[in-house]
């Protein structure tokens, strides 16, 4: 049986916004899927310049893709993680997972890239990260080499940085403390 | 100063994996951005099917554009959720936002539709929700009308189903505990 329950007190109305059904209870918004040209440099660059960690590795060699699922934790996290099948379960119960999808072979054809979603035609736009402190997540990517769309001196809003990940995909980057 | 720590022993080894520098320390994935045609139409969506809550809105009027900021929160979540400019900053330092950018006038033009990302240029693919019944939710989405890319019964991955948002974003639905 469904019912629904108010949009709490201090959430935002909007024309459009509607009361939230039980049978909603449970949903998770879990991950954001990218296909990647070369998964060995995008698991360097999420892993080694954003922090992640690989959680997933699916193979799916009769149909030529691999996916990897990666996560940002914390190191309480990182300290309890479950083993084998139910870190994958844990995987999936997460928020905040994204996802890596490699076709095989594009790693190897030179004229290859993945549409970015900013250029036309428009749809997608980016993924973003926040981090505790911006002038310092911005020297560590200038000392990581990593490609900046915008810098926070750039245009109108200070307070954003856009990076690019190693297929060119916009990585926003943001102090939530400056953001209120 | 820059430190390492090895990934977790739990975690998943594979080329191009590297140590995690404490230089990411806080670092969070917080949102995913897709451009929307008519916002009433996808906040309708996604509180009322997804039982997703908006948390912050920026209205940008000089250069023609809304953002929307919502989470699919738990019960405990939503009775406890900071009020005002609080608000903003917790969004901001959560999970599994998404983001939807609304350019104004896009709701009024016939022939405007966002690109989904699959069909070609391809790049970004879908997001997910994982849920904790997958037969349920299929009940709940066919309740409501919503168009399925794939139901579950469809092709050789019976566990997983795709259903389109009303831009035509692909989301994809998994049962968590049957992922492992």
């Keep these: 049986m469904s019912s629904t329950n108010e949009q709490p007190k201090n959430s935002i109305q909007a024309d459009g916004v509607q009361p939230i059904s039980t049978q909603t ?13 070369d998964p060995k440099k995008s698991l360097a660059f999420y892993t080694g310049v954003l922090g992640m960690t690989l ?65 036309e035609p428009q749809g997608f736009g980016h993924i973003c990260f926040s981090v505790p402190d911006l002038d310092a997540a ?21 307070n954003i940085a856009f990076i690019k990940d ?4 916009w990585i926003e980057i943001v102090q939530a403390g400056l953001m209120g």
């Design 25 to 37: 209870n449970g949903f998770t918004f879990n991950h954001t899927m990218l296909r990647v040209k």
């Design 55 to 119: 959680l997933e590795r699916k193979k799916f060699p009769d149909m030529g893709f691999d996916l990897y699922f990666l996560a940002k934790l914390t190191d309480e996290e990182r300290d309890n993680l479950p083993a084998g099948e139910d870190l994958a379960i844990y995987a999936f119960r997460q928020r905040g997972i994204l996802e890596l999808t490699h076709n095989y072979g594009t790693e190897d054809k030179d004229d290859f890239s993945y549409h970015d979603g900013n250029a």
């Design 138 to 158: 911005v020297k560590w990517f200038d000392d990581n080499n990593v490609t900046f769309k915008k810098r926070p001196e750039d245009g109108n809003m200070k």
């Design 166 to 169: 190693v297929d060119g995909y």
